[in-house]
């Protein structure tokens, strides 16, 4: 529950969860990601939910449910059906709703690792598009992901397994420092730079023909 919570509290997630639906809808460009991810974001917040009580578990169980199902048609060298703006804007909001909620129930900022994968390709790619003096609101296929699948004819479905399962061992991660009480601003801060970096180098470095 927001009502009576601080104007600039609430701009302050405001521009984050825009963001968020944003850089979901942005990164599903090819088949099985979005799903995949989903599943893996939407089981973490089931086992937190158990755990904590922040937020309905039938709810976050049926979408996890429309999310295996959909994997079913989508999770596929040739998909059968797609999320469309519509199915990955709504996932998307979903999910920033279930991390409010989390963060408000818990005062812990650090649950935001378990948008990492996303949130760091997402950021990274505007900075690197801003210093190469491109223009942020074209389209574009500068992403990793795109880089990996299209540039690098990586399958679709490995590309995919290799953000969930990344997103997966973040999520693991994350729930042990946390419920260790080994969770701190510092750490977090420490984890952010150390994703990122790894992000970088595995961007420049991966094959030959990932530059920048």
Avoid: C
């Avoid at 190469?132 to 992901?145: G, M, P, Q, T, V």
């Avoid at 946390?178 to 094959?207: C, D, E, N, Q, W």
Wanted: proline share 3%; glycine share 6%.
């Amino acid at each position: 529950n927001v009502t009576g919570l601080p104007w600039y509290f609430l701009l302050g997630v405001y521009i984050p969860t825009i963001g968020w639906i944003n850089a979901f809808n942005f990164m599903d460009g090819i088949n099985g990601i979005t799903p995949l991810y989903s599943l893996v974001a939407l089981g973490t917040f089931f086992y937190l939910e158990q755990n904590t009580g922040f937020f309905d578990a039938d709810m976050i169980l049926f979408l996890a449910i429309a999310a295996g199902l959909f994997a079913w048609f989508n999770a596929r060298k040739n998909a059968l059906t797609f999320a469309g703006d519509v199915g990955s804007i709504s996932m998307a909001y979903m999910m920033a709703w279930m991390m409010i909620a989390l963060i408000m129930a818990t005062r812990q900022p650090a649950w935001i690792l378990l948008f990492a994968v996303y949130g760091i390709d997402s950021v990274m790619t505007i900075i690197i598009r801003i210093g190469r003096r491109e223009n942020i609101f074209k389209a574009h296929r500068s992403h990793l992901y795109q880089l990996l699948a299209n540039e690098n004819a990586w399958p679709h479905l490995r590309v995919a397994a290799l953000y969930a399962l990344a997103q997966l061992a973040i999520n693991l991660i994350t729930v042990w420092l946390i419920f260790t009480g080994k969770m701190s601003i510092p750490v977090l801060v420490m984890m952010l730079l150390l994703l990122t970096i790894v992000y970088l180098a595995f961007r420049r470095s991966s094959t030959p023909r990932l530059k920048g």
